[in-house]
DNA sequence: AAGTTTGGCAACCGCATCTAT
DNA sequence: TATAGATGCGGTTGCCAAACT
């Protein structure tokens, strides 16, 4: 037996929300509030506009026919209405390098998490962000990308050029001597997966992190980021409070949570913007390339940044979505969280958010990691049970 | 100028999770 | 504890306008 449907789907409009809808939906939820019932708000509306017309001077026959229709919509269609356009303070379009660097830190991090990230960033809708990602971002990392493989192409057939002249065979680039900055992946040991322990592998326990950390979720009212739009990293860092995640046990995980809550711990520190290759702190555009390219691990969900896999790109964003691999393997990602780096100083040690060092107002260093603390370790196991 | 293709984005769908009973 | 219904989320679709031929 299915479930029922939240409402009549013959009887309930679709499509685009014409002005009347957003401002019958708009003047109900700003009077009454939604009432914490999206699937009965349609209904409501039309109660509501019943005795708002009980009381008119006169009624015309429009406002009396839309007095018995109500709100034709889902009460899903009226949620997802009100959160992406009508909410106050949204924010559409005229996205800054800001939160272009953040998103893309953050998608590097966590993944299609848009609620996550449109948490990061005030006045800014998930699906907002999942479209100019998809539409833009992507496409901007791409053709970054092009214009690095031409440049690669150009030295490479320098390259053949000297050899074809008898110059030494060791002018070959190695794959694995191209980047300084990532050396051959240390193969991490799995971690076996137990029920019993605490996972973080879902949205509920990702979000009371949240709450913990003082972010968006700790007061819906309030939308003060977790993250500061200024990252401010100090590099390099304190390479010995690094710890490889894998040689924590979960108890571990749990009480450097409990550490960094309890620390004098300010947010203005980007709690989970990653520590990139070659100790950048933010995303300018040549970190980002460094992260994406001179990584020996690709990164899933990201082949279209790879030269060699098919971007089709039939028709529209969500076509290239599908064919670029919309989902993260976490288990491939943890490569990237856990690849080690080298800093200025040429110290070698585990990259990832989840065990940055990051410096508080006070200059008192500890261990970092917003999403981080609870997620990765966990959610690289999820999928294979 | 007309037809076609592409890009951007609002909205829908289905599933996972949460919550109330 | 089990279950039904509500909510939230990410993936996908489809419309429309702009760009291109």
Known sequence: ????????????????????????????????????????LPQKIGTAFSLFLGHANYITHAMRHDCELGLKRCGKSCRLRWLNYLRPNIKHGGFSEEEDNIICSLYISIGSRWSIIAAQLPGRTDNDIKNYWNTRLKKKLLGKQRKEQQAARRGNSQKQEMMKKGRQSSMVPNVNDLNQYW??????????YSNQEPRFNDHASIRKLLIKLGGRFADDSDDQPII????SFQFPLDASSL??????????????????????Y??????SIPILPGGHSS???????????NNPHRLEGLEFLYGNDIVNVNRGASTSTTACGGSIDWGEMSSLVYAPVSNSNNETFQQGTLYESVSNSNNETFQQGALHECGFNELRYSGSQ
């Open 266 to 271: 300010s947010l203005d520190h980007g709690a």
């Open 243 to 264: 710890q490889p995640a894998y040689e924590q046990p979960t108890d571990a995980l749990i009480n450097t949570t409990a550490q960094v809550t309890n620390a004098p």
């Open 228 to 231: 500061n739009c200024t990252p």
């Open 1 to 40: 037996m299915g479930r029922a449907p939240c409402c009549d789907k013959a009887n309930v409009k679709k499509g685009p929300w014409s002005p009347e809808e957003d401002a019958k939906l708009k003047s109900y939820i700003d009077e009454h509030g939604t009432g914490g019932n999206w699937i009965a």
């Open 183 to 192: 050396p051959q992946p240390r193969v991490l040991p799995p971690i076996p």
């Open 283 to 293: 995303f300018s555009e040549e970190t980002l390339e460094e992260l994406v390219y």
